[in-house]
Nanobody
Framework: QVQLVESGGGLVQSGGSLRLSCVAS????????MSWYRQVPGKERELVAS???????FLSDSVKGRFTISRDNAKNTVWLQMSSLKPEDTAVYYC??????????WGQGTQVTVSS
């Protein structure tokens, strides 16, 4: 059974930090690109960060310099380290695993709320 389980969300004040974790099971995560997306009610889900099988990283302009993405294939885990959080970072954050068609898996999401 393929599963992605996110954790680490919560309520923090502006300027604070959180680390989100995503643990994969049921598939060889080392062969997948891993990504973090976020979604606010009424808006489209947006890509926040991704990390490829070889460790190549991508960060969206809105989080560059504040967030980092990392992975440990031996632990089947990917993290999103978030610092200098802003109220506009408030969203449900989703973990995604992708291996060029047809493999695409999503977690259930974890809520991040940043108060002003």
């Amino acid at each position: 059974q393929v599963q992605l389980v996110e954790s680490g969300g919560g309520l923090v004040q502006s300027g604070g930090s959180l680390r989100l974790s995503c643990v994969a099971s049921g598939f060889p995560s080392s062969n997948y690109a891993m990504s973090w997306y976020r979604q606010v009610p009424g808006k489209e889900r947006e890509l926040v960060a991704s990390i490829g099988e070889a460790g190549d990283r991508f960060l969206s302009d809105s989080v560059k310099g504040r967030f980092t993405i990392s992975r440990d294939n031996a632990k089947n885990t990917v993290w999103l380290q978030m610092s200098s959080l802003k109220p506009e970072d408030t969203a449900v954050y989703y973990c995604k695993a992708t291996r060029g068609p047809p493999y695409d898996y999503w977690g259930q999401g974890t809520q991040v709320t940043v108060s002003s």
